[in-house]
């Protein structure tokens, strides 16, 4: 089993920062992409941000200049460094990871509010 648990939401008013980090954990051989979705009330999921393992990034163009991912391959951990917070942003926020050999995994979600 391979588990994503993700870290860091929480409350915060515009303009303000959070860090969000998701670690992976079990039968791991090697994490390919990983990064983050979110989801706010009422609409579909979306990608903010990916990280492949050889260090290539993109970003939701709602985000660019604002957010940046970053991993560590080594602890198979992912962050998300949301700066400039707009009330837009609310959304529970989803890790992800394609698991070498095993295929996509998701965390369980954590809560992201923009207060205006």
């Known amino acids: 089993q391979v588990q994503l648990v993700e870290s860091g939401g929480g409350l915060v008013q515009a303009g303000g920062s959070l860090r969000l980090s998701c670690a992976a954990s079990g039968r791991i051989l090697s994490m390919n992409t990983m990064g983050w979705y979110r989801q706010a009330p009422g609409k579909q999921r979306e990608m903010v941000a990916l990280?492949?393992?050889?260090?290539?990034?993109n970003y939701a163009d709602t985000v660019k200049g604002r957010f940046a991912i970053s991993r560590d391959n080594a602890k198979n951990t992912v962050y998300l460094q949301m700066n400039s917070l707009k009330p837009e942003d609310t959304g529970v926020y989803y890790c992800?990871?394609?698991?070498?050999?095993?295929?996509?995994?998701w965390g369980q979600g954590t809560q992201v509010t923009v207060s205006s």
């Open positions: 990280s492949t393992s050889g260090g290539t990034t």
């Open positions: 992800y990871g394609f698991v070498t050999g095993l295929g996509s995994r």
